[in-house]
């Protein structure tokens, strides 16, 4: 039915954040330093985990490779905004947005998963502390960080399933500064509202499934620490503090692009500002400034760091 006039489209160009130059030249800024605070943070906090011995622990295991996702997601899209807004060379291929949007998933879908893997580490870290070290093994925490990888893969082939196959054959301007799954659909020269359904529903299900799932645990954690006050209580609220915090900070954002019933575009680019851009500045400094362990633990990395190149 379409044969006739069929052009497939081989690239798509990004609209950005705005057309304005002096607001882009901003954003540039913006973004340069924001990318590079996000690069110093992850990394530390990554080297710092893999290097200390004091802190080869389940919890400082989780928490350096959510510091490593964190900094994949925003490699995965920020440079490329910062490049195009300097060039002004604001297209990607049809291939590289498929790319994008295939990684995006896969990283999305695994730190959910790993967020959950967090909260049963410190559920059986304060309601089962004699038999933490037992339950929580360096195999069990491989195995639940696999899951997590395993789970984001399938997650995200399974968009790709319902969108890989649909014809594009008319326009190619993405409203958005990154290839973003719904405004890709929405490009298809086919009727797209089941497919629009059936990928809302996928996200949809492991975005609140997950979140619930983590709303319970500490739930129950809380009231168990309440039950059972003791000195360490403080300590124990202080870390979920911050394991709570991160949590609303990720899937806040989610949630609502895929509950709100009327989505507008200059509020979905706010929310991939703060995916992208804020959430992971703000993962390592809830983490740290919460964690007194870690703190010493990066002073001491830092020390050695400045020690060595005294020596060479």
Not at 35 to 58: A, E, K, Q, R
Not at 69 to 94: A, E, R
Request: aromatic fraction near 14%; glycine fraction near 4%; hydrophobic fraction near 50%.
């Amino acid at each position: 039915m379409y044969e006739e006039n069929y052009t497939e489209v081989s690239e798509f160009v990004f609209l950005g954040l705005s057309a304005s130059r002096p607001i882009q030249h901003f954003l540039l800024a913006f973004s340069t330093v924001f990318y590079i605070t996000i690069c110093l943070g992850n990394i530390l906090v990554v080297f710092t985990v893999v290097f200390d011995p004091h802190l080869h622990s389940p919890m400082y295991f989780f928490l350096g490779n959510l510091s490593f996702i964190d900094l994949c997601l925003s490699t995965l899209t920020v440079p490329k905004m910062i490049s195009d807004m300097y060039s002004g060379h604001n297209t990607i291929s049809f291939k590289g947005c498929v790319i994008q949007i295939f990684v995006l998933h896969v990283l999305g879908g695994s730190e959910m998963v790993l967020l959950v893997s967090m909260a049963l580490d410190r559920y059986m870290a304060i309601c089962k502390p004699l038999r933490y070290l037992t339950i929580m093994s360096p195999r069990m925490c491989i195995l639940l960080l696999s899951g997590a990888w395993v789970i984001g893969l399938i997650h995200s082939v399974a968009q790709l399933a319902f969108v890989v196959h649909l014809p594009f054959c008319g326009p190619n301007e993405i409203d958005s500064f990154y290839c973003d799954l719904p405004q890709f659909i929405k490009l298809t020269c086919s009727n797209t509202y089941r497919v629009e359904f059936l990928v809302t529903a996928n996200s949809g299900f492991i975005s609140t499934g997950t979140f619930f799932i983590l709303i319970i645990s500490y739930i129950y954690i809380l009231f168990t620490v309440w039950k059972h006050s003791s000195r360490g209580s403080s300590k124990a609220l202080s870390t979920l503090s911050a394991h709570i915090s991160v949590v609303v900070l990720f899937f806040g954002p989610c949630i609502f692009v895929y509950m709100w019933p009327f989505p507008t575009v200059s509020v979905d680019k706010f929310l991939a500002i703060l995916d992208f851009m804020i959430t992971p500045i703000l993962n390592p400094i809830i983490y740290t400034l919460r964690n007194k362990d870690m703190k010493l633990a990066m002073q001491r990395f830092i020390n050695q760091l400045l020690s060595l190149r005294k020596i060479s």
